[in-house]
């Protein structure tokens, strides 16, 4: 990825390219990927869905479980704990026996 030099610094997206900040740095890539219409339309996107369904719910409840440590996690804490607490969440959901999505 780019780095952006100068004094402007831009955030969004302009023809093609992507700006954005990442650990405070100013950083540039070109605009790609699928239309979400076609993700959220097309069958061959199914399993697609399903692993974006299943990912917020595990963010959904490691937001919950964060909230209910939050004093403890500000003093604790470190800058990938919402990661770390997502995953977790994410590897109780997998051993489930529900359906999928």
Not at 32 to 38: A, C, F, I, L, Q
Not at 41 to 66: C, H, I, L, Q, Y
Not at 84 to 93: D, G, P, Q, Y
Request: aromatic content about 6%; hydrophobic content about 35%; glycine content about 14%.
């Amino acid at each position: 990825m780019a780095k952006q030099k100068g004094i402007i610094k831009l955030k969004g997206s302009i023809g093609g390219m992507t700006f954005y900040e990442r650990n405070r740095k100013n950083l540039i890539r070109t605009t790609g990927g699928v239309e979400k219409s076609r993700i959220e339309k097309d069958p061959a996107f199914k399993r697609t869905r399903e692993n974006m369904s299943e990912f917020g719910g595990s963010a959904k409840v490691g937001k919950a479980f964060r909230m209910g440590f939050v004093s403890v996690i500000k003093t604790m804490g470190s800058v990938n704990i919402v990661g770390k607490i997502t995953a977790l969440m994410r590897r109780i959901n997998a051993n489930g026996a529900g359906v999928r999505g």
